[in-house]
């Protein structure tokens, strides 16, 4: 039975708008709740991440038993596809607190206070906190910064996870064999 030969680029993306439809999802359904700022959805977002990226190292080894998976493929399998992942989610809340909720930025400055207040922090300090933050808290810059946070999260759980989803090839001899079939080719 003959193994294909699947792309990281394109396995990637395709387990990157998984991910990222998944983030969405959760996003979603907090907003709709009315809680989009629950500590719960932050702790789901990490396990939606864990699972995603687990979820598609494990299947990447499968298909491609031949030729193995070393960790640092395994590590940039689980980095693209958190880099994939975050650019569908940093595009869809740009629309969400840009268009539909212009107001949830609001929203998220006054939970911010409330839990600096509940903290312990002066009215002072927090009301200069929050003036510092306000500048960049716009719809794009938000965005961007969904975009890092994601790609830093799944770098670090890939760091993990390549631990144990590496697989050594089938055939150790298997890109000796490949460069020399490069090399009669051309």
Do not use: W
């Amino acid at each position: 039975m003959e193994q294909e030969h699947q792309s990281v680029n394109h396995f990637s993306m395709m387990y990157g708008l998984y991910l990222g439809l998944a983030l969405i999802l959760n996003l979603l359904i907090f907003y709709i709740s009315g809680n989009p700022f629950s500590e719960v959805s932050g702790f789901l977002t990490y396990v939606i991440i864990i699972g995603c990226v687990g979820y598609a190292m494990r299947t990447f080894a499968r298909l491609n038993t031949e030729e193995g998976m070393p960790y640092s493929r395994a590590l940039g399998l689980g980095t693209l596809i958190s880099v994939f992942g975050g650019i569908i989610f940093a595009f869809f809340a740009f629309i969400l607190y840009k268009f539909i909720e212009p107001g949830m930025i609001e929203k998220m400055l006054s939970v911010m206070e409330e839990k600096m207040l509940a903290q312990g922090y002066k009215d002072e300090t927090v009301e200069k906190l929050l003036g510092a933050q306000k500048a960049f808290m716009t719809p794009g810059i938000m965005s961007f910064a969904q975009v890092f946070t994601i790609t830093l999260m799944g770098f670090v759980f890939s760091l993990i996870l390549a631990i144990f989803f590496k697989k050594e090839p089938e055939n150790p001899f298997y890109d000796v064999v490949n460069e020399e079939d490069e090399y009669e080719n051309s």
